[in-house]
């Protein structure tokens, strides 16, 4: 907060001057008083956010945990290091209780957290002395288990998951083929979702109605974006952006699909981010901030995109939205220095990710509301009352949810560490 003084000496050589200096004086200290009662109100009303440190595996002397995924009931997954030095994944509830061990129990095992659905379920990949290599599903009131290979491979990669715990990703067949699959986690088998040209494919999200996007080989020696839309028909190509390569990275409850594909712009292959509307309409290229590059970084069920793009500056890149109302995608800029980057964004299209401070030596955590306003801070968006403010540095918001709740990474000064932070508005 800013500190206003009042600049004038009440000081004079003429006595019968000094008590009007002085009223000057004070109704000057009046006005500077309602201005910084103002500045202090207003900052009390961007100061929102509580935070909550997650906690650790009591396993690591550098960082705590990374996330994996936050739903509307403010839980948490992630990966953590453990006692033995491995990293193991975990849940954690938001019901007073430290974060969950998801396994497995074996001494020198491995686990990584993927996705979490709204259930509290998490997907991921896990290694043990027993079994090997293995996708998991964990969480919501069950142990790790392993999601069989129905596919007569030996091979599974757990992607993603949605709130009826339906999973997604890719699986050997019987001939050692990746294909797309769909395990419903209801006791019946898993499904080939088949692929464009008989070959491999890769799903990568599935919404609410069980519709799967991804890539998929063509056999033109290049992968194309997929929808299967999980009504009897195949897996349908959603080509590209005319440069060959694409692949669908996200799909909302509508069908439409959000990914990145190459293009060719004034000769050049670079690759732009995508939306397919599912409107009947070819893929849509959502540009560029005016330099090469795009790519996605979250779809929301309005259609709006977030990502980032480089700019007309060498070497910049900047995190953008584009809001699906006509316009182009809008430039979020950074914090006062060169590059920004946005990782997630909700349902109202408020956006989190990181910004390079002044000088570029420091990079904080960042919020973009979607009201007009800049990117703000989340450091300076932190509740002054919050005994963690003056210790925890957010240097990168990870995921926000339909709440406007936020898990971000942090450095606490008193211990040194870099841990998980959840920030609540409510």
């Not at 008083?33 to 440190?53: D, E, F, H, N, V």
């Not at 299209?349 to 570029?360: D, E, M, P, R, S």
Request: aromatic letters at 6%; proline letters at 3%.
């Amino acid at each position: 907060m800013d500190t206003f003084t009042v600049e004038g000496s009440l000081q004079t050589h003429r006595r019968h001057k000094v008590a009007a200096q002085r009223r000057l004086a004070w109704a000057r200290q009046g006005v500077v008083g309602l201005s910084l009662a103002l500045a202090c109100q207003g900052a009390l009303a961007q100061a929102m956010y509580r935070i909550t440190p997650l906690g650790s595996l009591d396993g690591c002397t550098t960082y705590a945990a990374v996330a994996a995924g936050l739903n509307e009931a403010d839980q948490v997954a992630g990966s953590a290091c453990t006692p033995s030095s491995s990293s193991h994944a975990f849940l954690w509830k938001n019901d007073g209780t430290p974060m969950v061990d998801l396994g497995p129990s074996q001494v020198g095992s491995f686990s990584h957290a993927q996705a979490l659905n709204s259930s509290g379920l998490v997907i991921g990949d896990a290694s043990d002395s027993s079994t090997g290599d293995f996708s998991f599903l964990a969480g919501g009131g069950t142990p790790m288990r392993n999601i069989p290979d129905g596919l007569g491979g030996n091979t599974v990669q757990a992607w993603a998951i949605n709130g009826r715990g339906q999973v997604t990703g890719s699986a050997e067949t019987g001939s050692g083929a990746g294909v797309a699959f769909l395990w419903k986690n209801d006791g019946s088998p898993m499904r080939n979702l088949g692929a464009l040209d008989g070959g491999g494919a890769f799903g990568m999200a599935i919404n609410a109605s069980g519709q799967v996007t991804g890539q998929s080989a063509t056999g033109t020696g290049t992968d194309h974006a997929f929808v299967w839309k999980n009504n009897g028909t195949p897996m349908r190509d959603l080509g590209s952006l005319g440069g060959g390569f694409s692949q669908g990275l996200f799909i909302n409850r509508s069908g439409q699909v959000a990914g990145n594909s190459d293009v060719f712009v004034k000769g050049k292959l670079t690759t732009h981010a995508f939306l397919w509307k599912n409107d009947g309409t070819p893929m849509h290229d959502l540009g560029t901030l005016g330099g090469p590059k795009s790519h996605v970084t979250a779809l929301n069920v309005a259609g709006q995109v977030s990502g980032n793009a480089d700019t007309a500056r060498l070497n910049h890149k900047h995190a953008f939205v584009w809001l699906n109302n006509g316009t182009l995608m809008k430039d979020l800029g950074t914090l006062g220095g060169t590059n920004s980057r946005a990782n997630n964004m909700n349902s109202s299209g408020q956006v989190t990710g990181k910004a390079n401070l002044a000088g570029n030596a420091v990079q904080h955590a960042f919020l973009w509301r979607n009201n007009g306003t800049k990117i703000q801070d989340l450091n300076a968006l932190i509740d002054p009352a919050d005994h963690l403010k003056k210790y925890v540095t957010l240097f990168n918001a990870d995921f926000i949810n339909d709440g406007s709740d936020i898990v971000a990474d942090g450095t606490n000064s008193r211990t040194g560490l870099q841990g998980l932070y959840l920030l609540r508005s409510r």
